[in-house]
């Protein structure tokens, strides 16, 4: 082995940032990839050109999984083992994570602010974890493709993990629609609520996330305490709303659907903690190999 067999060189480092920009990021042309990378165009076209050429990078830019695999071998300080092709997912279920956990803060600091145009770049956000949905699903796609053997259900089950991230984000266009349909700003007894109910909800997601990347599923014990005390939270906001709700009149238009919309924050983020318990059941499934109960939850306990 020579001296340098274990350093990446200068041009394979390249290289492997412009794959790894095209898994994460999906660019439309080379000039974005050079953009981005603070590189010449004719750079990336040279280091792309053979991989072009022998189909592993497809024009607009997509990456074959199966031929990435001897690229991936390749690149000294990209380690690869049997599970290369999941190791790919991780790295886009977390990007996907990520992204959903901006998007929850920026829809939420909209309402904090009451800024709209907070509001709408939430939505904006929203377009990108469906485009995550969709990378996702044609990646598992080719990993249960590249071995026929594996056992079919697992793969599978990151796309559920991407489906509820994106549902997530569905529930925070909720949120964010709330600054964009609204006039009122919320008291401030009711907002209490739904400071400490976004804390919880983002906590949630993280714990589930954890533990279907890192395969900590003791995690669900702190997962199930956080979400009894989000329907709490959820019981007491909504107690607030219905009072504030007994003095008004519903003769004023505005004033009902303020509650309407309020509700359906309140919702958000209870539905935000559900999903984060689902997500840990496909974690418990993925890496405990233990099925999930065909008992709906409410019935469990």
């Known amino acids: 082995m020579s001296i340098n067999s274990g350093i990446m060189g200068k041009k394979d480092k390249t290289l492997k940032d412009i794959l790894d920009l095209i898994l994460y990021e999906n660019p439309a042309t080379q000039d974005e990839i050079a953009l981005k990378l603070g590189i010449t165009r ?3 076209a040279q280091l792309l050109q053979p991989l072009v050429k022998d189909g592993t990078v497809k024009r607009a830019y997509m990456i074959d999984l199966k031929s990435y695999e001897s690229i991936a071998e390749s690149l000294s ?6 599970t290369k092709g999941n190791v790919i997912v ?3 279920i977390n ?3 990520k992204h959903v956990h901006s998007q929850i803060e920026v829809s939420f600091d909209a309402v904090l602010e009451y800024d709209k145009e907070k509001a709408n770049k939430a939505l904006e956000m929203d377009f990108a ?15 249960v493709s590249m071995n ?9 089950l990151y796309n559920e993990i991407a489906y509820d991230l994106e549902r997530i984000g569905d529930y925070c266009a909720h949120i964010a629609k709330f600054v964009i349909n609204d006039i009122y700003k919320i008291e401030e007894n009711v907002l209490k609520k739904l400071k400490k109910m976004y804390k919880i909800a983002r906590k949630m997601i993280r714990l589930a996330i954890t533990s279907f990347l890192e ?22 906001a909504i107690n607030l709303i219905a009072e504030q709700m007994a003095e008004s009149s519903f003769d004023e238009k505005e004033r009902s659907n303020y509650f309407i919309y309020l509700f359906r924050v309140i919702k958000a983020f209870e539905r935000m903690g559900d999903i984060s318990v689902e997500m840990m059941d496909v974690s418990i499934e993925f890496h405990e190999n233990i099925p999930r109960s065909t008992t709906p939850r409410t019935f469990r306990y």
């Open 129 to 143: 974890t469906n485009n995550m949905v969709e990378k996702i699903r044609t990646s598992v796609e080719t990993i």
């Open 148 to 156: 026929k053997h594996s056992e079919i259900s697992k793969p599978m």
């Open 215 to 236: 395969g900590k599923t003791e995690l669900k014990d702190d997962l199930m305490k956080l979400e009894e005390l989000i329907h709490i939270l959820q019981t007491k």
């Open 77 to 82: 300080d990209y380690h690869v083992n049997e």
């Open 95 to 97: 990007n996907m994570a």
């Open 42 to 44: 004719r750079y990336v």
């Open 90 to 92: 991780n790295d886009m």
